[in-house]
């Protein structure tokens, strides 16, 4: 039951059951797990990862 945390550089979120994993990496969000590729600014966490 270990907490880990988002594998997005910048994103501080810690993951959980809801993860979404991407090239053996966890993500928070699935704008973490692309990268932002969107274009989003925060995973929806209040975190402006994507910045
Ligand atoms: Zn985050
Ligand atoms: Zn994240
Ligand atoms: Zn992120």
Redesign the pocket.
Known sequence: MSQQK?A?P????SVDSNAIEKNGELF??HS?ATGHADGSK????????GK
């Open positions: 988002c997005c910048k994103c501080k979120c928070c969000s973490c925060d995973c929806g966490h209040n975190c402006q990862c």
